[in-house]
């Protein structure tokens, strides 16, 4: 399975106030969407944007904040269920 590099474009965005953490994310997965909700799912918390401002989508989903990419990293290995691999999640 393709090991993904998700890296914040924008950490400064008001949208990364639905994220505990705003750094780069290396996750297995079989494609870059899948990379995505895994990291939203990992880092994801509910805020309080004031009323009538709308909804604001999560940041990890968002190509104008995160960047995502296949990378070559022997470090983490490709065989294995879609897992965020770094940060190492407790």
């Known amino acids: 399975m393709p090991i993904w590099s998700l890296q914040p474009l924008d ?19 079989r494609d870059e969407a899948t990379a995505r909700e895994a990291a939203q799912h990992a880092f994801a918390v509910k805020t309080r944007f004031k009323p009538g401002a709308g909804v ?7 190509p104008t904040l995160v960047k995502a ?6 470090r983490y290995p490709a065989e294995g269920n879609t897992e965020v691999l770094y940060p190492t999640l407790v």
Not at 56 to 62: H, T, V
């Open 11 to 29: 950490p400064l965005d008001l949208a990364w106030e639905a994220s505990t953490y705003r750094g780069k994310v290396i996750v297995r997965a």
């Open 56 to 62: 604001k989508p999560p940041p990890w989903k968002r």
């Open 69 to 74: 990419e296949i990378c070559q990293d022997d």
